[in-house]
């Protein structure tokens, strides 16, 4: 004890550390204020470890390099690209779809240049940017009119708010979603001032209960795709046609909120069939939002089709205007259904190119993976994830590695620059090449490498 009692005396105070010179060079760097803070942490952890061994003896050098150390772990951006190498596409946590090289093109030369956000060229005059995607959208889904909202969530509440406020929406009971993090359709029904009627089971709901629920205070039949959990068994829900048609001899508006929004059928993929824009738009609702950053492979947004009547109450409510989006969104999403118009989304989409890539060319960059870093090549599966297709996936060959803590190596491997996530199975780390970009595969491998 009186050994540790020495080295803690032998500890230096703040302010003669603040004296020195190297210290003097950090706080230029930084701040004062800063590196006070970080020498107090460091000297406190010092202390910490002379208690909690008495072998420690605390150099000069090590306490100026944790100080160091800590100042930089501050600096260090909270939002940087990491390698995704867990197998999920669309990846939530790690900021969904990728953009198309053109797309991000787009993006820079809106970010760098005035443009025609709200000028028109012929007239000189200002213009509207509800313009911007309208066409296109109009083209690829065969609606009517079409508008771009900051995201879904946000399409949801415009649409709540400006259709149905103070009045009923039907919904069904099994359609009360919560689409993550904690976000539930209730409240956001709630917070738009629209009263949440439910109609049916929790299994089964026919359009007889619709029905049987309406009122004169009704306006609107939602249905919420169950985007991202799967019913089966003892299971029953309207057609959107049957429910469109109630809707219209009511006099109701039918509003589809379809989470994913797929333009592309998903079945051809030995996925299940996430249901498409188009065939919402067919079935004959009034309004479709959905996603731009989910299955569309853009950036965050919230697209809503359908009839330009319904649009046009939108497009005039206020919250249309708190909800807009800038001209960086409007340059990637219209860059992104380019793709779809061109009928290269397959190719250039990431999100369709990683559904899309075959089992024989991801196991062979995990073989390639093996030779380089060793590790065994296993069968797996990757998802599509984002609160899409639940319960389906698609056949993949994982990277397998041994090692003897896996929770230590997935630590070591998101420290890594740029850092990678990977997941574990059955005790080993596995990494999934179908998320992962060719340019990535230097520094995953060297990653890796560094951890033997
Ligand atoms: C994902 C999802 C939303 C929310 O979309 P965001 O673009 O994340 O706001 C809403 N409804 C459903 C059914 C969804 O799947």
């Known amino acids: 004890m009186n050994d540790r009692r020495a080295l803690l005396r032998r500890l230096p105070s703040v302010d003669s550390l603040l004296a020195h010179s190297a210290i003097q060079e950090l706080i230029k760097l930084h701040s004062r204020d800063l590196v006070v803070e970080a020498i107090r942490a460091q000297l406190d952890e010092a202390r910490r470890s002379i208690l909690g061994s008495a072998q420690v003896d605390i150099c000069e050098d090590a306490l100026m390099q944790g100080i160091e150390d800590i100042l930089s772990r501050r600096q260090k951006p909270t939002l940087s690209p990491v390698i995704n190498a867990t197998g999920v596409i669309i990846h939530t946590n790690l900021g969904r779809a990728l953009l198309s090289k053109s797309a991000q093109a787009a993006l820079l030369a809106a970010a760098g240049a005035y443009n025609t956000l709200e000028f028109d060229l012929e007239t000189g005059k200002r213009g509207s940017r509800l313009v911007h995607a309208g066409r296109i959208l109009r083209d690829l889904t065969g609606a009517e009119d079409a508008l771009v909202v900051n995201n879904n969530a946000s399409a949801l509440i415009l649409i709540l708010s400006a259709l149905a406020k103070g009045r009923e929406v039907i919904i069904s009971r099994g359609q009360l979603v919560e689409i993550g993090g904690g976000f539930r359709i209730p409240a956001i029904m709630r917070e738009s001032g629209a009263e949440l009627v439910e109609v049916g089971t929790t299994n089964r709901t026919r359009i007889s209960d619709y029905e049987a629920a309406l009122t004169e205070n009704s306006a609107m039949l939602l249905r919420v795709h169950s985007s991202n959990f799967k019913q089966v068994g003892f299971v029953e829900q309207p057609t959107l046609y049957d429910l469109t048609a109630l809707a219209r001899d009511r006099g109701l508006l039918a509003v589809d909120d379809l989470g994913s929004g797929s333009l592309i059928d998903t079945a051809q993929f030995g996925l299940d069939h996430e249901p498409t824009v188009q065939e919402s738009v067919a079935a004959g609702v009034d309004l479709v939002c959905f996603s731009g950053d989910k299955l569309l492979g853009g950036p965050q947004a919230g697209i809503i089709v359908g009839r330009s009547d319904a649009l046009a109450k939108l497009k005039r409510h206020p919250l249309a205007r708190a909800l807009r989006v800038d001209k960086l969104t409007y340059a990637a999403l219209i860059a992104t259904l380019e793709h779809y118009r061109r009928d290269e989304a397959l190719e250039e989409v990431p999100v369709w190119r990683m559904i899309s890539r075959s089992l024989e ?92």
């Open 361 to 452: 060319d991801i196991r062979e960059t995990a073989e390639s993976w093996a030779a380089q870093v060793g590790g065994l090549v296993v069968s797996g599966e990757s998802t599509v994830g984002g609160g899409s297709l639940p319960g389906t996936s698609l056949p993949t060959a994982l990277l397998a590695i041994e090692r003897d803590s896996p929770d230590r190596a997935l630590e070591q491997l998101r420290g890594a620059d740029p850092p990678v996530v990977a997941r574990i199975a059955a005790g080993r780390v596995l990494l999934d090449p179908r998320t992962v970009l060719p340019e990535q595969e230097t520094d995953l491998l060297a990653a890796l490498q560094s951890q033997v």
